[in-house]
T-cell receptor
Framework: NSKVIQTPRYLVKGQGQKAKMRCIPEKGHPVVFWYQQNKNNEFKFLINFQNQEVLQQIDMTEKRFSAECPSNSPCSLEIQSSEAGDSALYLC????????????FGPGTRLLVL | QEKVQQSPESLIVPEGAMSSLNCTFSNSASQSIWWYQQHPGKGPEALISIFSNGNKKEGRLTVYLNRASLHVSLHIRDSQPSDSAVYLCAVKTSSGQKLVFGQGTILKVYL
């Protein structure tokens, strides 16, 4: 069973508000991924880190989304100005190594933008 | 860009039956293919993965991969009501380590 912790489990924001969610990866997992799962079960990769360094991110992330994984603190994903289309389940996953290994998912943060 | 398609959209089987789920992907050079299970309100949980052509068996699960036809299937033997969930096929791409997911198959196992 995954030991990835995500907080909060639910987040309700108005359009234009900031939305911030956190993730504590499994102990010993330096690789962290963020995915967005919409109501149609479509997954979108957002960004991944190895330790504190960004490995890959999509264009969407570069505009309104920001993320970081500081040492000795939870990783975070923040949406600067929420839009209705951002309503989704945000999933954090961690992995012990970047190649081949299983990605272990947390329960997700469900964001609703009114 | 890698594309992953799953079929059927939903599957209803009686307890004890074999459940067969299918997945096609677009890039034969994809690194590995994963099957995840997702229950309502939870994150996906990895079940089984395969990299080489052929089959792999773990417990009640068997997965078959044919890279030439870009097809992978998951078979669940002796299906149980607790197997009821969404099953996600995911491909780890050769360009970067992210997973590309299919849209899922909803499996319901009834008594």
């Amino acid at each position: 069973n995954s030991k990835v912790i995500q907080t909060p489990r639910y987040l309700v924001k108005g359009q234009g508000q900031k939305a911030k969610m956190r993730c504590i990866p499994e102990k010993g997992h330096p690789v962290v991924f963020w995915y967005q799962q919409n109501k149609n079960n479509e997954f979108k990769f957002l960004i991944n880190f190895q330790n504190q360094e960004v490995l890959q991110q999509i264009d969407m992330t570069e505009k309104r989304f920001s993320a970081e994984c500081p040492s000795n603190s939870p990783c975070s994903l923040e949406i600067q100005s929420s839009e209705a289309g951002d309503s989704a389940l945000y999933l954090c996953a961690s992995s012990p190594r970047i190649n081949q290994d299983t990605q272990y998912f947390g329960p997700g943060t469900r964001l609703l933008v009114l | 860009q890698e594309k992953v398609q799953q079929s059927p959209e939903s599957l209803i089987v009686p307890e004890g039956a074999m459940s067969s789920l299918n997945c096609t992907f677009s890039n034969s050079a994809s690194q590995s293919i994963w099957w995840y299970q997702q229950h309502p309100g939870k994150g996906p949980e990895a079940l089984i993965s395969i990299f080489s052509n052929g089959n792999k068996k773990e417990g009640r699960l068997t997965v078959y991969l044919n890279r030439a036809s870009l097809h992978v299937s998951l078979h669940i033997r002796d299906s149980q009501p607790s197997d009821s969930a969404v099953y996600l096929c995911a491909v780890k791409t050769s360009s970067g380590q992210k997973l590309v997911f299919g849209q899922g198959t909803i499996l319901k196992v009834y008594l």
